[in-house]
Nanobody, 125 residues
Framework: VQLVESGGGLVQAGGSLRLSCAAS????????VGWFRQAPGKEREFVAA????????DYADSVKGRFTISRDNAKNTGYLEMNNLKSEDTATYYC???????????????????WGQGTQVTVSS
């Protein structure tokens, strides 16, 4: 299974970006799709997650109201719509797929079995 992110780039503060995460490879069923980010010198942190079947979502407080996570199960693709971007959103963004841990672990890095390679988001002030 491979996850490939796309959609990152350079944007001015207040701007928007839409990240995509496409899964390919052997057929699998993900419980949840998560987005994490990591800035230089910092630990990887939770951004958002969405449960595959119910569509339940969870967001970090720092992005709540600005970011929207979604998924298209038919396409095995997850999305992260990011609006009103701030300089502190600058980081490498990773998508991840949870196939066994369950919704209760949605904020835990190690709960996710598959990870994308990351896409850089840079917000200029």
């Amino acid at each position: 299974v491979q996850l490939v992110e796309s959609g990152g780039g350079l944007v001015q503060a207040g701007g928007s970006l839409r990240l995509s995460c496409a899964a390919s490879g052997r057929a699998f069923s993900w419980i949840a799709v998560g987005w994490f980010r990591q800035a230089p010198g910092k630990e990887r942190e939770f951004v958002a997650a969405i449960m595959s079947d119910s569509g339940d979502t969870d967001y970090a407080d720092s992005v709540k109201g600005r970011f929207t996570i979604s998924r298209d199960n038919a396409k095995n693709t997850g999305y992260l719509e990011m609006n009103n971007l701030k300089s502190e959103d600058t980081a490498t963004y990773y998508c991840a797929a949870d196939v066994s841990s369950g919704w209760g672990s949605r904020r835990v890095v190690h709960a996710y079995a598959y990870w994308g390679q990351g896409t850089q988001v840079t917000v200029s002030s």
